[in-house]
């Protein structure tokens, strides 16, 4: 069985930073790619970000110059920096991983709320 576990959620100023993490606990998985996905009330969930096992990142357009994605392979974390955040990226962030073998596992997701 594997879980992955978010923290890191909050409220937070327009402009100001917050740091997401993900750990996966289990056996028996190979994650080839871990990412951040948000849904907004409303909205559909969307992909935020994404780090493959050898390091190649991509990010939403929105996000780009503003989040990082970082990744500890060796004990299966994923970190999502955020800087300059806007009141647009209020969500839920949720964190997946998809593993070689082809299942897909989702976190029970942290709220982030960006308001002054």
């Known amino acids: 069985q594997v879980q992955l576990v978010e923290s890191g959620g909050g409220e937070v100023q327009p402009g100001g930073s917050l740091r997401l993490s993900c750990a996966a606990s289990g056996s028996g998985f190979n994650a080839y790619y871990m990412a951040w996905y948000r849904q907004a009330p409303g909205n559909q969930r969307g992909l935020v970000a994404m780090i493959t096992k050898s390091g190649m990142t991509n990010y939403a357009d929105s996000v780009k110059g503003r989040f990082t994605i970082s990744r500890n392979a060796a004990v299966n974390t994923v970190h999502l920096q955020m800087n300059s955040v806007e009141p647009e990226d209020t969500a839920v962030y949720y964190c997946?991983?998809?593993?070689?073998?082809?299942?897909?596992?989702w976190g029970q997701g942290t709220q982030v709320t960006v308001s002054s």
């Open positions: 997946n991983m998809h593993t070689l073998s082809g299942s897909t596992y």
